[in-house]
């Protein structure tokens, strides 16, 4: 069996009593001081993620903007230098391979970012789409370790650490070289939990610096370690798009609820004629976010939906919201039952799960 991977932070997070769980290979903190009371962090004041185990893979060269805009959905022509944008990758046929963030560090430079669990495949994907571009396709994701500062007090905690102004950093748009703590990183104003934050790319040697210290200069605005699972439920609860495993394979942005990520219009990209036929005939299904009635006895994701006994979909995650303190999911189900308010039941073990859905 392979060993799993860790962060440099690994040996850390006791200190701060990280719940290790395994996501995607990785050996990561699922949870600190728990999951409701870094939600309120979160919401209100600001959390501390290590999320150095997501993918980062450069393409450079004097092809690079030519063979990503043929790559993604959306039009990169007017994304100017030190900005970003969430796009998508997909198959000729029309479903989505990932939902990147992609950086344009200049005309012939960017850096995308992917879900963990799917570097491997994007990369080869990359590569094998390379075909005769003058560009390099590197994967550094071993090289660049990241932090996510997110929540309301994110900038004046950040702030205290570094002599830019971080008003002068909108929202997708990032610094290079920016110096914290005396270390040189990359500072976006990006995150995927529903709050103002930071996203800081630093390389390892400098992880542990920086983790100690946001953490330090934080404390009197109540910042909180924080966990792979309240950022799913941060996710869930801000109706950010299904991410990286969640995206059920086969799905198209349309089914995603992805459309805004979408740009028909530009000249051409792989996919696009298939999601042009499905943009003029319709969609068959759809993803919905539900909330249970009933508590679940185990695991609901992948579990079949079901109504009047037959069934009419399939759930792609299901998480407790702190929120409104129940359980809150993604189902992909045909259009008919895809109406606000409609009951639908997800099998669960030997029983049905009422829910209902409410977007």
Known sequence: MEALKKTPLYNVYEEYGGKIGKIAGWALPMQFEGVVEEYKAVRKKAGLFDISHVGKIQIKGKDAFHFIQNLVTNDIENLEENRAMYTLMCYPYGAVIEIVLLYKLSDSNYLITVNSGNVKRIFKWLINKKNKHDVSIINISNEICQ???????????????????????????????????????LLSRTGYTGEDGFEIYIFPED????????????????????????????????????????????????EAGLKTYVNLRKSDFIGKNALKKESEKGIKRKIVKFETGDKCSSEISGSNVIFDGEKVGIVATERFSPKKKKNLGLALVDLKYSKLGTTIFIKNMNDLVKAKVIR
């Open 147 to 185: 932090l996510a500062l997110q929540g309301p007090k994110s900038e004046t905690i950040l702030q205290k650490l570094t002599d830019i102004d971080l008003k002068e950093i909108k929202y997708l748009s990032f610094r290079r070289d920016v110096s914290i703590c005396g270390t040189k990183c």
């Open 207 to 254: 992880l542990k610096l920086l983790w100690n210290s946001i953490l330090k200069v934080g404390r009197e605005e109540g910042i909180k370690p924080a966990g792979l699972s309240v950022r799913d439920a941060l996710r869930l609860d801000s109706n950010l798009p299904p991410f990286g495993d969640e995206l059920l394979e086969d799905i198209t942005p349309f």
